[in-house]
């Protein structure tokens, strides 16, 4: 593998050296900048070409050291919004200038109070972050619990059908919610 993303990266984010960071690693897919207070990774993929950057602050004793994606960032931000950011995808070497500027630009307009190492903006973060994880978690589970009650509605299975769309009825749609009412009718 080329150097060109470590050059290229480097030069994109030559603005975290005038701002106190220093590169304290340089590899073909990934560099990693740190100052007193904060840590910036870059790091890019060739294989699936996932580039992403992230922040993180320098971990209390005994913690863990905690990064974060700027698209996480972003999103808490509501930058790109209402669909929200998603990690870039760059599997041609060519265009990795093009992208890691953007995700230069992004992180120098965006970023600024995780590149000051501001504990609040990263518990605001992880709050954001675990919100994020638990509503997947919850779409997928509504997702198995709409699969499972389509197969009970398909063979008539009008109580198993109630049994499972009676604790998520709040989350059915208008359609689904008159299925219930219908099978609560004929059961």
């Known amino acids: 593998m080329s150097m060109r993303f470590a050059e290229v990266a480097q030069l994109a984010f030559s603005f975290l050296e005038k701002t106190g960071f220093r590169l304290v690693q340089r590899g073909s897919t990934r560099l990693q900048y740190e ?5 910036v990774i870059i790091e890019w993929d060739a294989r699936s070409g ?4 992230f ?3 320098w971990p209390m004793k005994s913690e863990p050291q905690n990064v974060f994606s700027l698209t996480d960032l972003l999103n ?3 930058v790109d919004a209402p669909k929200g950011r998603k990690p870039f995808q760059v599997v041609d070497e060519r265009l990795l200038a093009q992208f890691l500027e953007k995700l230069a630009e992004d992180t120098q307009m965006h970023a600024q109070s995780a590149l000051a ?6 518990r605001r973060l992880e709050t ?9 978690m919850r779409d997928m589970e509504l997702r198995r619990l709409r699969s499972e009650a389509d197969k009970a509605w398909g063979i008539r299975d009008l109580n198993k ?3 499972l769309y009676t604790p ?7 359609a689904e919610k008159g299925k219930l009412d219908y099978a609560r009718k004929h059961v």
């Open 35 to 39: 100052s007193d207070k904060a840590v």
């Open 50 to 53: 996932e580039m992403e950057v």
């Open 55 to 57: 922040v993180g602050l």
């Open 76 to 78: 808490m931000q509501g």
């Open 117 to 122: 190492g501001d504990r609040m903006f990263f």
């Open 128 to 136: 954001f972050r675990s919100a994020q994880s638990e509503a997947y």
């Open 161 to 163: 059908f109630i049994s």
């Open 168 to 174: 998520i009825e709040n989350d059915l749609s208008e």
